[in-house]
């Protein structure tokens, strides 16, 4: 098969060439009047047996028998009046869609003890090398949320979860504009929700050091040296810091 990475980086280049849309500059602003966002959030679902119609079976590209248009396995598609069933091939698998990418994101999220109460913006882009959408995510007022549960729970039921620390002070017309969340914004399957105290937000009063110590747990959570003893005392010493002030 003929490698056409170059087509990708190419419009990558082109893009990044071009600088942020008028919608993305506009939809930075307005994170930006929210408030800040110090933790980023990457969504991406598994693929699952029927999502694409040909697949990679030990290193050999093949049509996927599950949803051959002859030949291959019959469902019943849909029940008639008469209950007689209307039966075809497999259709792909809907769950990578824009629309149902968002609601699984928005019902993970308003699920969770944790993230459902702190201060939020999600969207779903289309993924770069697989015909389906993933998510991202800025949460705020979210240090104390239990990280390591929450991207346990998504992994079990979806897929990959990624926590990422937003750089220190950097305004989200620069984030949006590096293509980091956003990028698709016009686009007619973008699709983005807002938590509703975005309203009347709480500005998040927590350290960008306060941050990298919770980052460096939970990415340590999983036999690392740095171990909650150590985030506690941080988050002591930089309680005390803001009392004093």
């Excluded at 999502?51 to 030949?71: K, S, T």
């Excluded at 109460?117 to 090398?129: G, I, L, M, Q, T």
């Excluded at 919770?214 to 690392?224: C, E, I, P, T, W």
Aim: aromatic share 14%.
């Amino acid at each position: 098969m003929r490698d056409l990475k170059f087509v990708d980086e190419a419009y990558r280049a082109e893009r990044k060439a071009a600088g942020p849309t008028e919608g993305q500059i506009a939809l930075a602003e307005t994170l930006d009047e929210i408030g800040n966002w110090p933790m980023f959030v990457t969504f991406t679902f598994r693929p699952n047996r029927n999502e694409e119609v040909i697949q990679n079976e030990d290193g050999a590209h093949i049509q996927n028998p599950r949803l051959r248009w002859c030949g291959g396995e019959q469902v019943t598609k849909r029940v008639t009046r008469n209950g007689a069933h209307v039966r075809g091939s497999r259709s792909a698998a809907p769950g990578w869609s824009s629309d149902q990418a968002m609601k699984i994101i928005n019902r993970f999220i308003m699920q969770s003890s944790d993230l459902s109460k702190s201060r939020w913006f999600a969207c779903v882009e289309p993924h770069k090398f697989r015909d389906c959408y993933h998510g991202h995510g800025l949460f705020a007022n979210a240090i104390d949320a239990n990280w390591e549960a929450i991207n346990a729970d998504w992994f079990l039921k979806h897929g990959r979860f990624r926590l990422e620390k937003v750089h220190a002070r950097l305004p989200m017309q620069k984030y949006l504009a590096k293509q980091y969340v956003g990028k698709e914004y016009g686009g007619k399957d973008f699709r983005f929700s807002f938590s509703r105290n975005c309203r009347r937000p709480v500005q998040d009063v927590f350290t960008d050091f306060e941050y990298a110590a919770r980052m460096k747990l939970f990415y340590h959570s999983f036999g690392g040296c740095f171990d909650r003893a150590a985030y506690a005392r941080i988050r002591n010493e930089e309680a005390k810091v803001r009392r004093a002030a």
